[in-house]
């Protein structure tokens, strides 16, 4: 078919739902990553740093960096530097991080810096949401692009005014979970639906015991934790039960945007009659020139003469056959012929008539 051929080909693949490791359907509350955050200057750069007349708190956090290493910069004096530039340092802390360990960070440019490339970030502490210090970051950064200008020509290969630095923080403070304190742990579903809770509270309790787990609603199970010596070993085994997640409801997923089509094995039309046409308008403008006669005394006069055309095709009534299964569904839409573009009003036309059982989503 000619309309996202690629997305739709894909899904055709899903076949019945298969058994999935509890850990790939669902997470332990309270075990999270947590996302960090910070200022900081980034310095050595081979001229190409933040342009401090236009970016003034570059200035400002230079000076105040200064001030605190014992150096006081006399007042008036404007510093023009090329080779500073202020950044944001952003991290996510993982769960049950310790003091002394290392993470990676990404450092990003706020002001008009060119590029980061060969830039060493100075010591930058990163906070959480509660404006608490959780780590320190500090080094040389990695940017995966090249570029150069001259003479007002420029080439650039990737993005250069962000990069990351690999282990480029150290932990100092460690976010507390406390899983199973309560004598409980809690599972989430990553997706709601009662039908795969309650196949999930039934694998726990058949590997676990009757009465080990209980599902609180269509997302929620609470289990009864063991001892605190057990409770490791315990959740390794839990993340490796095997799970049937019950399938999807039909849902048509559209990406307005690139055109995109995804369905899921859940999809299903009715029989249907489709009419669907393009109107295109070409409009085509050329330069007509007048050259006046010899010895007339008239002026050469510039003229624009368009040609205009409207062209309608493809309206006849199609025929679409109700489908029990997907490839069923694709067979017909490909008797439509349509591209991207019009399959979207096509569907969205579908699902108002009734003749398309599925959740259609626009994104």
Do not use: W
């Not at 315990?234 to 409801?249: K, M, S, Y």
Request: net charge neutral; charged share 15%; aromatic share 4%.
């Amino acid at each position: 078919m000619r309309f996202a051929a690629a997305a739709v080909v894909a899904s055709l693949f899903f076949g019945p739902a298969y058994a999935e490791r509890l850990k790939e359907l669902a997470s332990i509350q309270g075990v999270r990553d947590n996302p960090l955050i910070g200022y900081g200057l980034m310095v050595g750069l081979d001229g190409t740093g933040d342009q401090t007349m236009q970016t003034p708190f570059t200035t400002q956090s230079l000076n105040n960096m200064l001030q605190q290493l014992g150096i006081t910069i006399p007042q008036g004096v404007n510093m023009q530097l090329k080779n500073v530039a202020a950044v944001m340092v952003t991290a996510t802390l993982p769960s049950f991080a310790r003091p002394g360990q290392n993470i990676d960070v990404t450092v990003s440019s706020m002001g008009n810096a060119k590029s980061l490339r060969g830039g060493t970030l100075l010591m930058t502490p990163l906070k959480g949401v509660d404006g608490q210090t959780y780590a320190v970051a500090q080094g040389n950064m990695v940017v995966g692009g090249a570029g150069a200008s001259a003479n007002g020509s420029k080439v650039q290969v990737n993005q250069l005014s962000s990069g990351r630095i690999p282990g480029g923080a150290l932990v100092e403070r460690t976010v507390e979970s406390p899983v199973g304190a309560e004598g409980t742990f809690s599972i989430e579903l990553n997706r709601s639906d009662f039908g795969t809770t309650q196949r999930a509270v039934d694998a726990i309790n058949r590997q676990f015991g009757s009465g080990t787990a209980e599902a609180i609603d269509a997302r929620s199970i609470r289990v009864r934790a063991p001892e605190p010596q057990q409770r490791v070993g315990f959740l390794a085994r839990l993340e490796d039960l095997e799970v049937t997640p019950t399938q999807a409801g039909a849902r048509v997923v559209v990406n307005a945007r690139t055109g995109s089509v995804v369905m899921n094995q859940a999809v299903r039309v009715k029989d249907c009659a489709i009419a669907h046409g393009n109107l295109s308008v070409v409009i085509n403008t050329e330069p007509v020139i007048s050259q006046p006669g010899a010895f007339s005394g008239g002026s050469t006069v510039a003229a624009q003469t368009s040609q205009i055309s409207v062209n309608q095709g493809g309206g006849a009534i199609q025929m679409v056959r109700g489908g029990a299964s997907l490839s069923d569904v694709v067979k017909g839409l490909n008797s439509l012929g349509a591209n991207p573009q019009d399959l979207v009003s096509i569907l969205q036309a579908m699902k108002s008539a009734g003749a398309l059982s599925a959740e259609l989503e626009i994104i």
